[in-house]
């Protein structure tokens, strides 16, 4: 049985919310979920330390130094799910994150 290859890059494309629309992001295998978040982040004028990413509704979030790869991501994208904690307008990132 042959198995298909997966790209060098290719292209995640992600539903986020209704305020922001799809996200999509170039990624490889060695793409980091910290790599991932901080782009998110960008996408979503929030603090890194307000976005995460899961793999299936309910999950644990992915921790930071896994990978596209670690996870299957390619073969996983339709169960990728973004997690935003909005922050309120005025409201300050006590958090420390940047993003």
Do not use: N, Y
Request: hydrophobic residues 40%; charged residues 25%; contains cysteine.
């Amino acid at each position: 049985m042959r198995r298909a290859s997966i790209p060098p890059t290719w292209r995640l494309c992600i539903w986020v919310d209704d305020a922001h629309g799809f996200w999509r992001e170039d990624v490889g295998r060695a793409t980091t979920f910290l790599e991932l978040r901080h782009a998110l982040a960008r996408r979503t004028l929030q603090p890194v330390a307000q976005v995460g990413l899961r793999l299936g509704v309910g999950t644990a979030l992915l921790a930071d130094e896994e990978t596209c790869e670690s996870v299957r991501l390619f073969h996983r994208m339709r169960e990728l799910h973004v997690d935003i904690a909005l922050l309120q307008p005025g409201q300050k990132d006590e958090s420390g994150g940047h993003g």
